[in-house]
């Protein structure tokens, strides 16, 4: 073969070693990096979720009595029973070879697995947080995209203002005051919701459904209104970096309308940081809001997660911060796994 040689054919006789072999193998070692840091970073948290609960002031024990007068013996029963007079580092190497097979304990105050509790709370949970996490994500890129279509103009400066100041505000807070506001009511206005739970009981069938989902409104609000305005900020921030480009002014002209160009070209180049965003509030639809569901007494997990820190219901807790880890980190791996599907440069 001559010097001068086309580059493709030089590339075609190359060994197994080439840079065609080495493209082809870049995804499964991205895969495979991807991977294994989700594996130690799981069992970064297992071990933090030990050790940082123990921090907590206050004997477990001494808090599941309520206060009663109890002998030193029954205490010492009790620490026994629940393997709270081990050695640390005997607690910490059971709770690591339980917690491997799914096994996070029995919990302190409700006397049952805490697997079974996280399982009963969670169905609830998705329904508040995954309600939300479909509403504010549509709102957020829907809003985000038009405001950085229009740029400047008075409608984007509304959206952004909008968006920055109920992004800043505490959700307990908002929270407090819809219920004041909607649920209790001031002056001649009503209250509308609530105040707070899942159902009113005694409802079945469709009259159930009606129930839930009027006691669903104010959170659902609450989560909405603080989260949308995040997606909405990354998903224009993304957008105005890809409004210079020249594809976009090939596309116009071609002659494409001005919509099409948006939602053909513009958006869809737009949309990685957004991706990773939804990825991350995904996870978080299983962690819950706790303070949210604290504040409207929902009976999901952060709610459970709440009760068992005023103990401190060490297993329990333990298990809540491993599963609400767990879900976010399981998704920014996903996430970074659907990366090279939408933008091919990644993972080269």
Known sequence: ???????????????????????????????????????????????????????????????????????????????EEFGLDLPLWRQFTDYCGKALTGDFGTSYQFNAPV????????????????????????????LGTRSAWRHGRLGDRLNTGLALTLYSIPSFWLGLLLIITLSVGIGPLPGLFPTGGMESGGKEGFAYVVDVAHHL??????????EYGQTLLVTRSALL?????????????KGLRDDLVRRRHAVPNALLPTVTLIFINLGRTVAGVILVETVFSWPGLGGLFYQALSVPDLPLVQGLFFVFAAAVILMNTLADLI??????????
């Not at 082809?24 to 895969?31: D, E, I, N, V």
């Not at 907590?56 to 029954?74: N, Y």
């Open 1 to 79: 073969m001559t010097a001068d040689a086309p580059s493709a054919l030089v590339e075609k006789s190359e060994p197994d070693g080439g840079p065609r072999a080495r493209r082809g193998t870049a995804y499964p070692r991205y895969l495979a990096g991807k991977v294994a840091g989700a594996a130690v970073s799981l069992l970064a948290v297992l071990v933090t979720s030990f050790f940082l609960f123990r921090l907590i002031p206050g004997d477990p024990v001494k808090a599941m009595t309520g206060g009663r007068q109890v002998s030193a013996e029954q205490l010492a029963h009790y620490r």
């Open 115 to 142: 697997l079974d509790k996280i399982t009963e709370a969670l169905p609830n949970t998705l329904l508040l947080t995954g309600t939300a996490f479909v509403l504010y994500t549509a709102l957020g890129i829907l």
């Open 217 to 226: 409104v104010l959170p659902v609000v609450t989560l909405v209104a603080v």
């Open 339 to 348: 990366y090279p599907l939408l933008d091919p440069r990644v993972g080269r």
């Open 241 to 253: 970096d890809e409004m210079g480009g020249d594809y976009l002014t090939t596309a116009r002209a």
